[in-house]
Nanobody, 121 residues
Framework: QVQLVESGGGLVQAGDSLRLSCAAS????????GGWFRQAPGKEREFVAA????????YYADSVKGRFTISRDNAKYTVFLQMNSLKPEDTAVYYC??????????????WGQGTQVTVSS
């Protein structure tokens, strides 16, 4: 029911900012929580942030709390991840997901293809 496409990744320097977008198809998108996960080479997939379907509740990994902000615009079928004060350890492929409002990957039903974020030191 939901197809997701991430965009906005790129190569930046430490301290810079990026804004990732997750564009969804289908009007049922607003029925799902949105999540962001990331995976670095040789590492397990890691939870980053989640937002409830209404946008009224958010949840962040400790590693990004205070630096990243997740938001959504259901009228535009889009979830965003504003990333500030980027660090080299933020380097990963970032994936958007739609599903339940948790920090567990298996609770999400739909996934995008990923967008690369690389932060140089």
């Amino acid at each position: 029911q939901v197809q997701l496409v991430e965009s906005g990744g790129g190569l930046v320097q430490a301290g810079d900012s990026l804004r990732l977008s997750c564009a969804a198809s289908g009007r049922t998108f607003s029925n799902y929580a949105g999540g962001w996960f990331r995976q670095a080479p040789g590492k397990e997939r890691e939870f980053v942030a989640a937002i409830a379907r209404s946008g009224g509740s958010t949840y962040y990994a400790d590693s990004v709390k205070g630096r990243f902000t997740i938001s959504r615009d259901n009228a535009k079928y889009t979830v965003f991840l504003q990333m500030n004060s980027l660090k080299p350890e933020d380097t990963a492929v970032y994936y958007c997901a739609a599903g339940s409002f948790t920090g567990i990957a298996r609770d999400y039903n739909y996934w995008g293809q990923g967008t690369q974020v690389t932060v140089s030191s």
